[in-house]
């Protein structure tokens, strides 16, 4: 049976044929796109049904996001949010509390279904709009019942007497801790560690962990994403990240595939011991390939430190306030590393945030190009925050590929501007219309939690570079609509590897889709954010996207 | 209170070998925590491990890294009984963020940081694209330096760099006793070896180029050898890392400009002059 969806318009985002008004589908692929009346010839000899419920409509390509964090994103989501900014979620808007009045009555509401157990944590918190926390404010709320609140910065987190209690952290434990304020319940930095060990068991307990990945399910659907990446596999327990998606998400009613690349660094001890034995187990991931979840050769290396802890390493003239960037390891163990899946044919993501960082890994690709020089390798340079044009022309000669979080410019580049590196500097973070001039394969990504898992909306920031505060940062490296689309479609498909089989709607493609009540192409660019899902395609199978 | 001591140094710089000797010499047990990256396993093995706990730690920041490794190695130490804790950070940790464990993880207190500095590498460091300002901090934030192979020429480099090198600062109590005894300007000596322990430690420095092939050949031949690493020359001038375990052997070329510079770890005595074929 074939079935033929009409469209108001299908953006194909094939050049050679970019629009059509319907696509016929057979099972899980395109059999073609056109009119009704061009794909007769399929149609006269076999079964076939119109389906009109997308004819108000305009179908592109099923979004991809090249670059997630599952595992983190289950830590993340069972806890409450209660945030300054306005969250957007499948089960409901999280609205904007901007008050110290609003945050605690919002948190009194909440209390009643505990989060984790018997705790309640909640997540977002920040001083500026909602006032210094303190464990008497929060026993002023509720004493005896655990509550933890977790800070948006992931840096601090603060305790109520119950919570105190629960764990077993008296005074005794933390005296003289010069990082945990145990008067005020405060537990920040290295002693927010002391916090988290103390509350692992419930962070990372498995059902709760569950739990978290369906949520993410539904963020990823909610999405419009029919393909992911999850971009480190084994942050933190290889096996029960691994043996956990495959438990949710191989199963018919998962409107997504997951791309699964290991974190090589993790590896090392799963494998035995060294760099070798590690390629040797990452060599043979493929083996645990289902439908859905699949490793290739790919594999995940890192640079330098994070962008937004300001560790990223940089070239001269560095930080204002002169504060060094950190290595995640020496440059001659990243480039033995490197060599070692470079010969070995892999397709290596680079997670780089500074310049310097990304410099070592331009010169380590120079290197290992004049040793074993090879073609459309999909070398990736991940996150790309800082960059300078020479190391994009650079890095287009060497043909490596950019995936990049547009997402800094919109949330740091006010701040990196006015206290961290200048306003030169921070106008240009995530340089992406000189990666599209200089003909770079350019994707964008969420890297989910770090930004919304919604690819319209980093393509929103990529084509305005507006930044939280309403300014346009660098217009010359904002990106055309078009082009925009294609980071979030046939790019990231290309960073993937999968460009033969997603990424277009085109004949013999997977018939991936993602449905929209507006033409991304055609209305204002600043509204590219507030285009609504109407559902998504995977394989062929529609998913509704309802609205709660 | 557990004192807690972060030695710190550059890839090579020969931290390892201090903790072996510090192991060796010290009369009640000591935690050692190995936080390295890439070839973390291969520290953690050469470090000798009689009576002390060695356990080996992942990098990264706790709000990326939820596991928080380095903090709950901290807290299997306090179950154990032992005098101290010595982090041995990676080649590139800033060693003052390690230290911040010594200030605020409940149950420790901070003895200080020593930062191991190798005399015959430090000029490149130094001006190098992507570390210097790495080696540059270790040496800064150090309270105690100790000279590994140093030259006169090296310590007027060290001293242009505002560093107080040799005891300038107190590294407190315990430690202080146990660094006194090793201050020596080099911790190595041509050939050391522990007789209390079934394994034992070399380390071979030479400026002869070696050649490769050979090399491979001496290591496969000689049974007692368990483990080696280190850098090589050979005779086009590249340098190579060797990594060589019981069940392989393997070389890669290396952007790390050194001399010969290799550690065996062997279960029988090692007559260096038996290495002689290897030699190009």
Request: negative net charge; charged residues 25%; glycine residues 6%.
């Amino acid at each position: 049976m074939i079935k033929v969806y009409k469209a108001k318009s299908i953006i194909t985002m094939n050049p050679s044929l970019p629009r059509t008004e319907a696509v016929a589908v057979r099972d899980s692929l395109i059999l073609e796109t056109g009119s009704l009346d061009s794909m007769k010839p399929w149609l006269e000899n076999n079964d076939y049904e119109i389906d009109e419920q997308f004819r108000d409509s305009i179908i592109v390509p099923g979004l991809i996001d090249p670059h997630l964090h599952p595992s983190m994103a289950a830590v993340l989501l069972p806890t409450f949010f209660i945030t300054a900014m306005e969250w957007r979620f499948p089960w409901g808007d999280t609205p904007a509390t901007t008050s110290p009045e609003d945050y605690d009555k919002r948190l009194k509401e909440a209390l009643t279904n505990p989060t984790h157990k018997d705790i309640f944590i909640t997540w977002g918190h920040h001083d500026l709009w909602h006032g210094p926390m303190s464990r008497s404010r929060l026993n002023k709320i509720e004493s005896n019942k655990p509550i933890v609140v977790w800070n948006r910065s992931f840096h601090e987190l603060c305790m109520n007497d119950g919570a105190l209690d629960y764990l077993g952290i008296t005074e005794d434990d933390v005296k003289g801790a010069s990082q945990i304020d145990f008067e005020r319940g405060r537990f920040f930095e290295l002693g927010l560690g002391y916090a988290v060990q103390k509350l692992n068991p419930y962070i990372l307990d498995p059902e709760i962990f569950k739990e978290g990945l369906l949520k993410l399910k539904e963020v990823v659907h909610f999405g419009g994403q029919t393909t992911i990446a999850d971009m480190a596999v084994g942050l933190f327990n290889f096996d029960n990240e691994f043996d956990t998606q495959l438990e949710l998400y191989e199963n018919e009613d998962n409107p997504f595939r997951v791309e699964l690349i290991a974190h090589a660094t993790a590896l090392i001890q799963y494998a035995g011991g060294s760099n070798l034995e590690a390629e040797k187990l990452i060599a043979k991931l493929p083996e645990r390939n289902t439908h859905k979840l699949n490793f290739r050769k790919r594999v995940k290396l890192f640079t330098d430190g994070a962008f937004f802890a300001q560790v990223a390493q940089l070239m001269e003239p560095g930080y204002i306030d002169g504060h060094e960037g950190e290595w995640l390891s020496t440059p001659e163990q990243f480039e033995e590393v490197a060599r070692i899946y470079w010969n070995q044919g892999y397709a290596i993501h680079v997670h780089v945030t500074g310049d310097l960082g990304l410099e070592l890994a331009l010169d380590t690709l120079e290197k290992l190009q004049f040793e074993k020089p090879r073609f459309n390798h999909g070398f990736t340079l991940e996150h790309f925050g800082l960059s300078t044009p020479e190391q994009v022309y650079r890095l287009s000669k060497l043909g490596a590929n950019v995936s990049a979080n547009a997402y800094y410019v919109h949330e740091l580049s006010d701040l990196y501007a006015n206290h961290t590196v200048g306003s030169e500097r921070a106008s240009s973070m995530s340089r992406i219309g000189s990666c599209f001039r200089e003909g770079v394969t350019t994707g964008l990504h969420s890297d989910f939690t770090m930004a919304p898992a919604q690819p319209l909306m980093s393509m929103w920031v990529a084509v305005n570079r507006v930044n939280e505060k309403g300014n346009v940062m660098s217009p010359e490296e904002r990106i055309t609509p078009q082009q925009g689309l294609e980071a979030i479609t046939i790019n990231a498909a290309r960073i993937l590897g999968l460009d033969h089989e997603i990424g277009t709607v085109r004949a013999g493609k997977k018939a991936d889709f993602t449905v929209l009540n507006k033409d991304p192409l055609e209305i204002d660019p600043m509204e590219i954010k507030d285009i609504e899902i109407i559902a998504t395609v995977f394989e062929g199978k529609v998913f509704p996207i309802n609205k709660k | 209170m557990i004192p807690l001591t972060i030695i710190s140094g550059y890839l090579g710089s020969g931290k390892t070998t201090l903790i072996n000797q510090l192991l060796r010499e010290a009369k009640n047990p000591i935690g050692v925590l190995v936080n390295d990256f890439g070839d973390l396993q291969v520290d953690a093995k050469l470090i000798e491990n009689k009576d002390s706990l060695t356990l080996s730690l992942t990098n990264g920041c706790v709000c990326c890294n939820l596991n928080e490794d380095l903090g709950s190695s901290l807290e299997q130490m306090k179950e154990k009984d032992v005098e101290a804790v010595v982090i041995e950070a990676s080649g590139v940790a800033l060693p003052i963020k390690l230290a911040n464990y010594g200030l605020t993880w409940p149950g420790y207190s901070l003895s200080g940081i020593l930062s191991v500095v190798q005399g015959e590498s430090l000029i490149n460091l130094l001006s190098d694209k992507f570390v210097s300002k790495t080696v540059r901090a270790q040496i800064e934030q150090a309270d105690q330096i100790l000279l590994n192979r140093f030259q006169d020429k090296d310590k007027e480099i060290l001293s242009r760099l505002n560093a107080d090198y040799i005891t300038e600062k107190e590294v407190k109590s315990y430690w202080d006793l146990i660094f006194e005894e090793i201050t020596p300007v080099n911790c190595f000596t041509e050939q050391e070896l522990d007789q209390h322990s079934t394994f034992q430690s070399s380390v071979l420095s030479t400026d002869k180029v070696i050649n490769r092939n050979r090399l491979e050949r001496y290591l496969i031949k000689n049974s007692s050898i368990e483990r080696a690493k280190g850098w090589i020359r050979d005779e086009g001038g590249k340098t190579w890392l060797l990594q060589m375990n019981k069940s392989e052997c393997n070389f890669s070329i290396s952007s790390y400009e050194t001399n010969t510079r290799l550690v065996f770890i062997h279960t029988q005595d090692l007559d260096l002059n038996s290495l002689d074929p290897i030699y190009s």
